[in-house]
């Protein structure tokens, strides 16, 4: 496989690998109440 869909080889974007390492941390980290955040406003319409 050589590109995805898009056209564009998301490992070769700059900067990705800390942007999905903020994002994970974001997610985790309970202060920042991320998690809730996406449940809230993502997947709690589908799944009500």
């Given at each position: 496989?050589?590109?995805?869909?898009?056209?564009?080889?998301?490992?070769?974007?700059?900067?990705?690998?800390?942007?999905?390492?903020?994002?994970?941390?974001?997610?985790?980290?309970?202060?920042?109440?991320?998690?809730?955040?996406?449940?809230?406003?993502?997947?709690?319409p589908?799944?009500?």
């Amino acid at each position: 496989m050589q590109n995805s869909d898009f056209g564009v080889n998301i490992g070769k974007l700059p900067m990705y690998g800390e942007m999905k390492l903020a994002l994970i941390i974001y997610l985790w980290y309970p202060e920042t109440k991320g998690i809730g955040y996406v449940y809230n406003a993502m997947l709690r319409p589908f799944v009500a």
